[in-house]
């Protein structure tokens, strides 16, 4: 028997986002936990030092509640909450990185991850190695007999290319590797690394996880051991998440699967509708048959997201004019919000990539990517619609 409200294995995302991790009763009998802002609590005699309750610690009581909520919606043991994604993917990897140690990288990363390990792993001490995530007969020559960690995202930006994530995981498992997986663009609503074999999973909260466009946050989940080593590791650098943004961010998440579910609808159907459409070049986005991941993305996904990208056949200028006349879209980079976002990659989210690596990567200057909100699907369609009438003009 589970404990009131806490999720079963077979509940539904909707079901799993509004009741893991909450507290029945709630302190007071409240339905909505409340922000514990304190930042310390009495200290009964031989407590250890990191399990006091003191914010920076990670263990105040709004701090626990949300840890639990976040363990819940990934099926974890245990998760941890940090101050931004960044945060969590440098806390995480320098939790279970020593010096020496070298780390396999998928060629693909998020800019500032892939930043971090350019500018700052060779600083301290490790190296690292990228590979195809889709060549899995590649990954062993890359590896040495210090490497420690395999590290990936669900779906890579801006291309949304989807590895051989099981094959991932069951290399790490085999080669004795730490698996790490950015989930932020798929979120647990359309995949669960966990139950996929890896062994750690993170995110930047601040996209669908909280999903208002609203606040900054980063979250890792895994088993009781690997957390806790990196909820001490964080305890020492103190990337904490505040229990105000905490509380915002346990809000957006009771919304997750509502909202991810009517985002992947509007990405496949804008996807659908611009792939047919005769101005456009090529469409990036993993639910079209066309897309080179399709068929294991297809296996291995509940959902394909709500993130594409595009390039149109007047390139750049014509990139350039479609960002000018659409209308619901905001012109931003980031994603995950409930407002669709257009942003061109190499003047945004890659401007800080080599032109080779962008080139070798197929990052060109005309592509255009678009984070889905859930705005009414055919008032979406139908504003790329209008815009592409005018770019044409
Ligand atoms: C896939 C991915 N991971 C991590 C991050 C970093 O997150 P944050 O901006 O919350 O530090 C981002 C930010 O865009 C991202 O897109």
Redesign the pocket.
């Known amino acids: 028997m589970h404990a009131q409200g806490e999720p079963t294995e077979t509940e539904s995302m909707e079901t799993r986002a509004v009741h893991g991790g909450e507290r029945r009763p709630g302190p007071e009998g409240s339905v909505v936990y409340p922000i514990y802002q304190g930042t310390v609590y009495s200290v009964e005699p031989g407590t250890d030092y990191h399990d006091m309750q003191y914010i920076r610690l990670n263990s105040t009581p709004s701090q626990r509640y949300l840890h639990d909520k976040l363990a819940a919606l990934e099926g974890a043991e245990a998760a941890v909450a940090t101050a ?4 969590a ?1 440098t806390t995480t990897l320098l939790s279970v990185l020593r010096a020496g140690d070298h780390v396999l990288a998928s060629d693909c990363l ?1 800019g ?2 892939h930043d971090f390990l350019t500018h700052h792993a060779g600083d301290l001490g490790l190296s690292y190695s990228f590979v195809d995530v889709n060549r899995p007969e590649t990954w062993a020559a890359a590896r040495t007999p210090r490497t420690r960690v395999f590290l990936v ?1 669900t779906i890579t ?1 801006p291309l949304m290319r989807v590895g051989r994530l099981r094959e991932i995981a069951d290399f790490a498992r085999g080669a004795g590797l730490i698996s790490v997986i ?1 989930n ?2 798929a979120t647990p609503v359309n995949f669960r690394p966990l139950l996929a074999g890896f062994d750690l999973c993170l995110h ?4 669908y996880l909280g999903g208002h466009s609203d606040l ?3 979250a890792v989940m895994g088993s009781a051991e690997l957390i806790g080593q990196v909820r001490k590791t964080l305890n020492h650098f103190g990337g904490s998440l505040d229990p105000h943004t905490g509380f915002l961010l346990a809000r957006g998440i009771k919304t997750l699967a509502l909202r991810v579910r009517a985002q992947n609808g509007n990405a496949a159907a804008l996807a659908g509708f611009l792939a047919d459409h005769p101005q456009v070049a090529a469409v990036n986005y993993p639910g079209l048959a066309s897309h080179p991941d399709h068929e294991h993305a297809a296996e291995l996904l509940s959902g394909f997201g709500g993130m594409l990208s595009l390039r149109l056949r007047g390139g750049e200028a014509a990139a350039q004019a479609l960002l000018d006349a659409v209308r619901l879209p905001y012109v931003a980079p ?2 995950g919000g409930v407002e669709t976002l257009i942003t061109r990659p190499t003047a945004t ?1 890659h401007a800080g990539m080599s032109a080779e690596d962008r080139e070798r990567l197929g990052i060109t200057a005309d592509l255009i990517r678009v984070s889905c909100g859930i705005e009414g699907t055919e008032d979406l369609v139908a504003d790329f619609d209008q815009a592409l009438a005018k770019t044409q003009a």
Request: without cysteine; proline residues 0%; aromatic residues 8%.
């Open positions: 931004s994604g960044m945060a993917i998020y500032g991850t995202e930006n950015d932020t663009f930047s909260a601040t996209k900054v946050a980063g980031s994603l989210s």
